[in-house]
C-alpha cells in the first residue's frame, strides 16, 4: 500500500489535492558510482537523515520542496572489513546530492566533495514509516 502524505489545514482537516510524498521513515538504499555498488540503510526525519551499513555510518540533512529534495551526507567508516570496500575509493566523503520522492520511493543523484567529477546514484525503498 503506497504511503501518501497528506496537508492538513489549520482547522486540523486534509487539504483537497495535497498528495506530496514526503521523505520520511526507513529506506533501503542502493547507491553506485562508476567504482562500484552497495546497500545500506538510512532513516529521514524532519530533515535529519542516519544510517549505516556493515562497515560505513551516513550522517547527513536534507530539505524538501514538494517532492524535490536536496540535502548532503558524509559517510564514515566504522569498520575495517576489505569485503566492503568504498563507492569513492575513500573512506570519508561528504556527499551533495538533490533527488524526487515517488511514493515509495526516492531517486537521487549528486557528487562526494573530494571526488567532484565521480557521479553518484542512489535509489531509496521505503521500508517503514
Not at 15 to 44: S, W
Not at 54 to 69: D, I, K, L, P, R
Not at 99 to 111: L, N
Amino acid at each position: 500500500m503506497p504511503h501518501q502524505a497528506h496537508a492538513t489545514t489549520a482547522s486540523g482537516s486534509t487539504a483537497a489535492g495535497a498528495n506530496t510524498a514526503l521523505l520520511q521513515g526507513l529506506y533501503k538504499v542502493e547507491f553506485e558510482t562508476p567504482r562500484g555498488k552497495a546497500l545500506g540503510v538510512i532513516h529521514a526525519e524532519n530533515g535529519k537523515l542516519r544510517g549505516g551499513s556493515s562497515a560505513f555510518a551516513y550522517v547527513g540533512s536534507y530539505t524538501q520542496n514538494g517532492q524535490s529534495f536536496t540535502g548532503s551526507i558524509s559517510s564514515l567508516r566504522h569498520t575495517r572489513d576489505s569485503d566492503h570496500p568504498s563507492v569513492f575509493g575513500h573512506d570519508e566523503v561528504r556527499i551533495s546530492f538533490n533527488g524526487t520522492v515517488r511514493g515509495e520511493f526516492a531517486i537521487c543523484e549528486g557528487t562526494a566533495a573530494e571526488f567532484p567529477g565521480l557521479a553518484f546514484k542512489a535509489v531509496l525503498t521505503k521500508v517503514a514509516d
